[in-house]
C-alpha cells in the first residue's frame, strides 16, 4: 500500500470520525439542528479531498454506522435513503473536483452539482423504500425533505464547504490528484 493511500485512508476515518461527532453539536440547536445537516459536510469534504472512491465509502458508512452505533438517524427509511444520498455527495464531489478543479468556480459548480445529485438519490431511495413498506412518498415531501427544511443546512453548506476546501488546497491538504496507479 503506497504513503498516498495510507493517506486517504486516514483522512477518510477522520471525515467518518467527524460524521460520527458532528451531529451530537449542531443538536444542541434544538430548532434548527437537524435541518443543518450535518453529516453532509464531511462526506462532501471526503470526496474533495480524498476522492470520489473514498467519498462513497464515507458518505455510504456515516449514516448506517452512526445509526447502529447512537440509533439515529433511525436506519429505515433515514439511515438507508441518507447512505445512497451521501455517497453520491462524496462520489460526485471527488469525480467532477478531480475533472475541474483548477477552473473558476469549480468548487461551487461541483458542491451544487453534488448537492443536487445527492438530493435525487435520496428521493429516489425514499420512494423505492416506501413503495416496499406499503407507504407513500409524495412529491410535496421530497420538497419538503430535499428542500424546504433543507435550507439552513443548504446555506451553511454553500457558506463552508468551497472556504474549507480552498483552504485546504492551498495548504497542500488535497490528495483527490491524478496519479499514474490505479484505485485511487
Known amino acids: 500500500m503506497s504513503s498516498l493511500q495510507v493517506r486517504k485512508m486516514t483522512y477518510a476515518a477522520l471525515y467518518l470520525a467527524i460524521a460520527m461527532v458532528l451531529p451530537f453539536i449542531t443538536g444542541q440547536i434544538p430548532e434548527i439542528g437537524s435541518m443543518l445537516c450535518p453529516m453532509h459536510i464531511p462526506a462532501l469534504l ?3 479531498m480524498c476522492g470520489w472512491p473514498w467519498g462513497i465509502a464515507v458518505g455510504f458508512a456515516a449514516p448506517i454506522l452512526r445509526s447502529v452505533v447512537f440509533g439515529m ?3 429505515f427509511p433515514g439511515a438507508v435513503a441518507m447512505a445512497f444520498e451521501l455517497a453520491v455527495y462524496g462520489g460526485t464531489a471527488g469525480l467532477l473536483y478531480r475533472l475541474l478543479r483548477g477552473k473558476k468556480g ?3 459548480a461541483v458542491l451544487v452539482i453534488s448537492m443536487i445529485a445527492g438530493r435525487i438519490v435520496w428521493g429516489i431511495v425514499r420512494v423505492i423504500l416506501a413503495g416496499l413498506s406499503g407507504n407513500s412518498f409524495t412529491w410535496a415531501m421530497f420538497i ?3 428542500v424546504t427544511n433543507a ?3 443548504i446555506i451553511m453548506h454553500l457558506a463552508m464547504v468551497p472556504v474549507l476546501v480552498m483552504l485546504m488546497d492551498r495548504a497542500g491538504l ?3 490528484k491524478p496519479t499514474a496507479s490505479a484505485g485511487n
Open 151 to 153: 435550507i439552513p443546512g
Open 174 to 176: 488535497n490528495l483527490n
Open 144 to 146: 419538503a425533505g430535499a
Open 46 to 48: 471526503c470526496g474533495f
Open 106 to 108: 469549480a468548487v461551487y
Open 73 to 75: 438517524p433511525a436506519m
